[in-house]
């Protein structure tokens, strides 16, 4: 599904639902006489749980709605009858979404699997009620007169439910990230590839989101594949549209570095492929020592044989020509993908979630197929 609008930050408040009031209520005993306490006890308050759903691929909901309250516990009345427990909440958030406690700045949680949930405010306690004071002492020592001095009136008002300010931030859950300057042929490549249909155009920053498409390899395996805006000179500094959206390649297995080979407005491929991996390093060490697949785009145009020779005396490292305009070197592509894939991939937890940013290096990294 497309989204027209992509946001992966959101400040959400979460509030847990009070706990119910106990009840005090007596009846007389028919035969003794004996006032016994029948109140029951209060309903705990609802709690909020955040929950991973794969159906979703932005935080974009978040704008509209921000303050999330569970329902509070029901009150509890006499003959035992105890109050109704809250309605919890349910926050549903896309996969690969990080939970910060806004207050703290500390990393609660990172939602990566469907269905994971996580309890991130407490309903309160119900009140006690005065009949659970009767089951906690002997019957034989029962006095209903000193019951009733005993009983704490505080207990029987329910606690009060937890209230948690949260930052959220997305990283897109995806195995191959395709990342390139503009224009170099990212949105055409995995239109080619998937279902997904980002816009094309012959202008750079036409896309300006991450899109994910999954991808059939020819072993039959499938994975995601993720199109970042194109990164230009100076990105790091904020030019373009900046390193804002690299948190979505920092979860990849592999990248695809795609290089203009037509050298399209006097542009120099080798000068392309350097500033990329510059950029990549300025944003963070680990992800520029991601493995990459570079890929030799645009082979259709007449310039492209002559700077693809130029540049393999420059770069050392295999290059896989291709056109994904005419899909011509495509499934070498795939199958190179398939292969690196089938050798790296590894549960796509950040190894030291706290610091996704501070990572040194990535062991993974080996220079058989790119040339940095
Ligand atoms: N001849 C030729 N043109 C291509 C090829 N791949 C992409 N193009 C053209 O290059 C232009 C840019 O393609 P996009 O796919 O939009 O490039 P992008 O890398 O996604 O660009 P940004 O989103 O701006 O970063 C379009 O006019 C495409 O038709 C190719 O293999 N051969
Ligand atoms: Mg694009």
Same mark, same amino acid.
Not at 69 to 78: C, D, L
Not at 88 to 115: F, M, S, Y
Not at 311 to 330: D, M, N, Q, R, Y
């Given at each position: 599904? !497309?989204?027209?609008?992509?946001? #992966?930050?959101? %400040?959400?408040?979460?509030?847990?639902?009070?706990?119910?009031?106990?009840?005090?209520?007596?009846?007389?005993?028919?035969?003794?006489?004996?006032?016994?306490?029948?109140?029951?006890?209060?309903?705990?308050?609802?709690?909020?749980?955040?929950?991973?759903?794969?159906?979703?691929?932005?935080?974009?909901?978040?704008?509209?709605?921000?303050?999330? !309250?569970?329902?509070?516990?029901? /009150?509890?009345? %006499?003959?035992?009858?105890?109050?109704?427990?809250?309605?919890?909440?349910?926050?549903?958030?896309?996969?690969?979404?990080?939970?910060?406690?806004?207050?703290?700045?500390?990393?609660?949680?990172?939602?990566?699997?469907?269905?994971?949930?996580?309890?991130?405010?407490?309903?309160?306690?119900?009140?006690?009620?005065?009949?659970?004071?009767?089951?906690?002492?002997?019957?034989?020592?029962?006095?209903?007169?000193?019951?009733?001095?005993?009983?704490?009136?505080?207990?029987?008002?329910?606690?009060?439910?937890?209230?948690?300010?949260?930052?959220?931030?997305?990283?897109?859950?995806?195995?191959?990230?395709?990342?390139?300057?503009?224009?170099?042929?990212?949105?055409?490549?995995?239109?080619?590839?998937?279902?997904?249909?980002?816009?094309?155009?012959?202008?750079?920053?036409?896309?300006?989101?991450?899109?994910?498409?999954?991808?059939?390899?020819?072993?039959? /395996?499938?994975?995601?594949?993720?199109?970042?805006?194109?990164?230009?000179?100076?990105?790091?500094?904020?030019?373009?549209?900046?390193?804002?959206?690299?948190?979505?390649?920092?979860?990849?297995?592999?990248?695809?570095?795609?290089?203009?080979?037509?050298?399209?407005?006097?542009?120099?491929?080798?000068?392309?492929?350097?500033?990329?991996?510059?950029?990549?390093?300025?944003?963070?060490?680990?992800?520029?020592?991601?493995?990459?697949?570079?890929?030799?785009?645009?082979?259709?145009?007449?310039?492209?044989?002559?700077?693809?020779?130029?540049?393999?005396?420059?770069?050392?490292?295999?290059?896989?020509?291709?056109?994904?305009?005419?899909?011509?070197?495509?499934?070498?592509?795939?199958?190179?993908?398939?292969?690196?894939?089938? !050798?790296?991939?590894?549960?796509?937890?950040?190894?030291?979630?706290?610091?996704?940013?501070?990572?040194?290096? #990535?062991?993974?990294?080996?220079?058989?197929?790119?040339?940095?």
């Amino acid at each position: 599904m !497309r989204t027209t609008r992509f946001v #992966d930050q959101a %400040s959400i408040l979460a509030e847990a639902g009070r706990g119910g009031k106990g009840c005090r209520s007596f009846y007389q005993d028919r035969w003794t006489r004996h006032a016994i306490p029948d109140g029951g006890d209060g309903g705990r308050g609802g709690h909020v749980l955040v929950r991973a759903n794969p159906q979703l691929t932005t935080l974009l909901d978040f704008q509209a709605k921000r303050h999330f !309250r569970a329902g509070h516990g029901g /009150n509890a009345s %006499s003959k035992k009858q105890h109050g109704a427990q809250g309605t919890d909440c349910r926050i549903n958030v896309p996969l690969g979404t990080l939970l910060w406690d806004a207050d703290t700045g500390e990393l609660i949680q990172e939602l990566l699997k469907p269905g994971d949930e996580m309890l991130i405010a407490r309903g309160g306690a119900g009140g006690v009620g005065n009949a659970s004071k009767e089951r906690s002492r002997s019957t034989s020592s029962w006095a209903p007169s000193r019951d009733i001095r005993l009983l704490e009136p505080g207990k029987l008002d329910g606690a009060a439910g937890e209230r948690r300010r949260l930052r959220l931030e997305l990283k897109l859950l995806a195995d191959v990230g395709i990342v390139g300057l503009p224009n170099a042929g990212k949105s055409t490549l995995i239109a080619q590839i998937s279902q997904a249909r980002p816009k094309i155009a012959p202008f750079p920053f036409t896309t300006i989101h991450p899109v994910l498409g999954a991808v059939t390899l020819p072993s039959k /395996n499938s994975v995601v594949a993720v199109d970042v805006p194109g990164l230009i000179e100076g990105a790091h500094r904020g030019k373009g549209l900046g390193l804002e959206f690299l948190r979505h390649i920092e979860r990849t297995t592999l990248l695809v570095h795609l290089i203009d080979m037509a050298g399209a407005d006097g542009r120099d491929p080798v000068e392309d492929y350097e500033t990329l991996n510059r950029e990549l390093k300025l944003y963070d060490p680990a992800v520029a020592a991601k493995r990459q697949i570079l890929a030799a785009n645009k082979m259709d145009e007449p310039a492209a044989a002559k700077n693809l020779a130029r540049f393999k005396k420059k770069i050392k490292g295999t290059v896989l020509p291709i056109s994904a305009k005419t899909g011509e070197g495509v499934p070498k592509l795939l199958k190179k993908i398939g292969e690196v894939i089938a !050798r790296l991939e590894e549960p796509k937890q950040s190894r030291d979630p706290s610091f996704p940013r501070k990572r040194e290096s #990535d062991p993974r990294f080996s220079e058989d197929d790119i040339g940095i």
